[in-house]
C-alpha cells in the first residue's frame, strides 16, 4: 500500500493513552515518523476536557480494511466505548488519513479523511511532519493547506512529550 498516516487523539489520560497507541504502530509497523504533540481545544464535544493530538506516518502493505480493524481493536483495548455518544470523551482515537494515493471509499474508509482540511489538529501536524507530500485530492502540499488555512481560530499549541524515554515534542 505505501505510506500511511493517522491521526490519534486523546483527552482521558492523555499520556498514557499517546504512549501505548505509538507503542503499538511501533511494534506492528516499525519505524515511525511522528509529528509534535499539540493540546488542543475541544471542537463541538460539551465536556470541556482538551485533548492531545498528532499525526504518526510508517510504511504498511496492509489493506485498508486490516488497518482499520486494527485501529479499532487498539481504540477497544484502551477502554474506548465503541456506541459511546459522538462528541464524548476519549481514551484513545485513531483515524486512518491517508493511504499512499487512494482516493474514494475502500473497505468502508473514506481517503483521504475529510478531517484533514477541515480541522487545525490535523491539518497543523500533517503540514509540520509531511509539508512536501501532496493531498491525493487537491494536488497541492499540505504545507500550503496550512497555510491558506482559514479556520485557524482552532486554538492547539505544541507541549513537551517524552515517549520511550525521549523527548518526542517540544512546548513552544
Not at 28 to 34: K, N
Not at 39 to 66: C, I, K, M, T
Not at 77 to 93: E, F, H, I, Q
Not at 101 to 130: K, S, W
Amino acid at each position: 500500500m505505501g505510506r500511511i498516516s493517522v491521526s490519534i487523539g486523546s483527552n482521558i489520560e492523555r499520556e498514557h493513552h499517546v504512549c501505548a497507541c505509538l507503542d503499538a504502530l511501533s511494534e506492528t509497523f516499525g519505524t515511525l515518523a511522528v509529528s509534535r504533540v499539540f493540546e488542543s481545544e475541544p471542537v463541538g464535544f460539551e465536556d470541556g476536557r482538551n485533548f492531545y493530538n498528532l499525526v504518526v506516518a510508517f510504511e504498511s502493505r496492509w489493506a485498508v480494511g486490516a488497518l482499520q480493524a486494527w485501529c479499532k481493536r487498539l481504540e477497544a483495548a484502551n477502554g474506548r466505548v465503541k456506541d459511546g455518544p459522538k462528541y464524548s470523551p476519549r481514551t484513545l482515537d485513531i483515524d486512518i488519513l491517508t493511504v499512499g494515493t487512494l482516493t474514494g471509499r475502500h473497505d468502508g474508509v473514506e481517503l483521504p479523511r475529510d478531517e484533514i482540511l477541515h480541522h487545525a489538529f490535523v491539518l497543523q501536524p500533517m503540514a509540520e511532519l509531511l509539508p512536501e507530500d501532496h493531498h491525493p485530492l487537491t494536488g497541492k502540499p499540505y504545507l500550503d493547506h496550512w497555510a491558506a488555512f482559514a479556520a485557524k481560530d482552532q486554538r492547539l499549541w505544541p507541549v513537551d512529550f517524552v515517549w520511550n524515554g525521549r523527548l518526542i515534542s517540544r512546548a513552544g
